[in-house]
């Protein structure tokens, strides 16, 4: 799996990162995800590969602007771009109206459908959205409704023990391919290949955890058991988090590092950054919320940052990739 950071920070924008939004695509699919969409999403995406006609669906956390002020743009703009294709829209139900509002006060017209999924349905894993992802949602705890996406493989291709095949006098051709897909192979020596003998244990399947706004990551350690990538918010380091007081409700790196250090999940991104902090030394810098994560975590730690993009390789191991990958 694959995912860019389309926006990075939380509140406002800062003249390097973007409100709330990032691109996700799963091993080998063509169409791809947007989770959230912030002010100025779309401008972004022009500075990257993604493209609105190959989009599937767009999720959006919480109603929060900076999560989805920039969603009747987008829409507009893939109108405007000849999209025919329908989109799926999932989020809390309040968005249906919010869209609806604008599509009639600005006399919008869309030549797409637009499917919209109450967030709720999702959680209770009763609606498929993408063919290639299972898609869960966790509520989370914010000023407002506020959720967590889950997003994971839906198959995992098999593989061939080679080495026995080899062993076993049977060299790569029709019958290697027959077993890949399961199928009982008899050679003409009048031996039967049985393929369940040849195929390898699958591996588990990617999954991905992308939260929305939320001042207890702990809600996510259920979740997160079986999840190789949590990306969450750290808006706060803990001391300004302490000043602040809890009115915004949000998570501090240190809160977010626990939750995923108790779950061990391996891999651990944070994002949602206040802008505030800055590349500067001292304490309001990132480095400052990197010191803080990495007292909690020894996991793969990432500050995320506009445009950088990672990819999770089928062994679980998250890496970030050059832009022009």
């Known amino acids: 799996m694959k995912f860019q950071f389309l926006g990075t920070s939380s509140g406002t ?9 990032l691109a996700l695509s799963a091993h080998g699919g063509r169409d791809w995800a947007l989770v959230d969409c912030g002010e100025g999403t779309q401008h972004r995406i022009l500075g990257t590969n993604w493209s609105l006609h190959a989009l599937g669906a767009v999720f959006i956390t919480h109603l929060h602007g900076d999560h989805c002020y920039g969603l009747p743009g987008l829409l507009a703009s893939a109108g405007m771009l000849n999209r ?7 989020g809390p139900a309040p968005l249906r109206r919010f869209l609806d509002g604008v599509i009639e ?13 109450d967030v709720d349905a999702v959680a209770a894993g009763d609606a498929p959205v993408l ?14 409704p506020s959720y967590a996406y889950s997003l994971t493989e839906r198959e995992v291709a098999t593989k061939l023990d080679a080495a026995k095949l080899r062993a076993t006098g049977v060299a790569p051709g029709e019958a290697w391919g027959r077993l890949q897909r399961g199928e009982d192979v008899a050679l003409p020596d009048g031996r039967l290949l049985r393929a369940a003998d040849f195929l390898l244990a699958p591996r588990r399947p990617s999954k991905i955890i992308v939260g929305g706004d939320n001042d207890t990551p702990d809600l996510l350690l259920d979740e997160l058991r079986d ?9 706060y380091t803990q001391a300004v988090l302490d000043h602040v007081g809890p009115g915004p409700r949000h998570s501090s790196a240190r809160m977010t590092a626990r939750t995923a250090a108790a779950a061990e999940v391996p ?10 902090y800055s590349q500067a030394g001292g ?5 400052a919320i990197e010191e803080e994560a990495r007292a909690e975590y020894g996991g793969r730690l990432f500050l995320a940052r506009d445009f950088d993009r990672y990819r999770l ?11 022009a990958a």
Do not use: C, Q, W, Y
């Open 131 to 144: 063919p290639g992802l299972a898609v869960r949602a966790t509520p989370l705890s914010h000023r407002i």
């Open 267 to 276: 891999n651990l991104v944070l994002t949602h950054f206040s802008p505030r």
């Open 313 to 323: 390789d089928r062994d679980g191991v998250l890496a970030p990739v050059d832009a």
């Open 105 to 117: 006060t600005t006399e919008l017209a869309l030549p797409f459908a637009l499917h919209f999924v």
């Open 283 to 287: 304490p309001l810098s990132m480095a």
């Open 13 to 21: 924008p800062s003249k390097t990162r973007n409100v709330s939004g």
């Open 84 to 90: 025919t294709a329908p989109l799926t829209i999932v």
């Open 227 to 235: 999840a190789h990538v949590l990306v969450h918010e750290a808006t």
